[in-house]
């Protein structure tokens, strides 16, 4: 019987310029069908531009949602491009961390975040007169701060930030606006996703 998965966050979760087969929710719940594992087509609440805050007040409009087998969240790049503090995203991020456990019925183990990619590395990052390195400290600094808040909480957490860096420079890693994933991007998250993901769904 499929499990339910519902993913939570931002541009990066509803794949901004890419088929809805190439989301990297959508590649994760294929790609761990070879595996025994089945989910259904995540439920899917993500919009390009949202911050924390917004998150949470999607969330509370879409209320109830019930119960999931598995939760995703992947939030903050806007936070940070919108130059909000690092303190304030923890706080943000903490309560939308508590609210994912929520969901997969108070299992943090159910639960997976994946960090901020650093869209500083990118043409478009490029040309944000903040630079490169400022952009790329700052998210350090918030992909840190999730890290240790999902340290805290028991729920995995895998860092995509370095690859991100890494493929930035490669034009069929991203999209054609020079900013978001492409599909091949998102393929490469979630090759690093899915061994986590297995393991955590694997367990009773």
């Not at 949202?50 to 999931?68: Q, S």
């Not at 943090?108 to 869209?119: F, H, K, T, Y």
């Amino acid at each position: 019987m499929a499990r339910s998965y519902l993913a939570l966050g931002d541009s990066y979760t509803i794949g901004e310029a890419v088929p809805e087969s190439g989301r990297w929710p959508v590649q994760l719940a294929a790609g761990l069908r070879p595996h025994g594992i089945e989910l259904d087509a995540p439920r899917i609440i993500a919009t390009t531009g949202w911050t924390t805050d917004e998150l949470a007040l999607a969330l509370d409009l879409a209320e109830p949602l019930g119960e999931w087998d598995f939760v995703s969240l992947l939030i903050g790049v806007n936070n940070q491009y919108r130059g909000r503090s690092a303190a304030q995203y923890a706080g943000e991020y903490r309560e939308l961390l508590e609210r994912a456990i929520g969901y997969a019925r108070g299992r943090p183990e159910r639960v997976l975040a994946l960090s901020i990619p650093d869209w500083g590395a990118t043409p478009f990052g490029a040309q944000d007169k903040r630079g490169a390195a400022t952009i790329g400290a700052e998210l350090d600094v918030y992909n840190i701060t999730a890290g240790e808040i999902c340290a805290r909480h028991g729920v995995a957490f895998v860092d995509i930030a370095p690859l991100s860096r890494e493929l930035a420079a490669d034009p069929a890693m991203l999209a054609e606006d020079g900013l978001h994933p492409s599909a091949r991007m998102y393929a490469r998250w979630t090759d690093m996703a899915l061994p986590v993901a297995q393991g955590l769904l694997g367990r009773d």
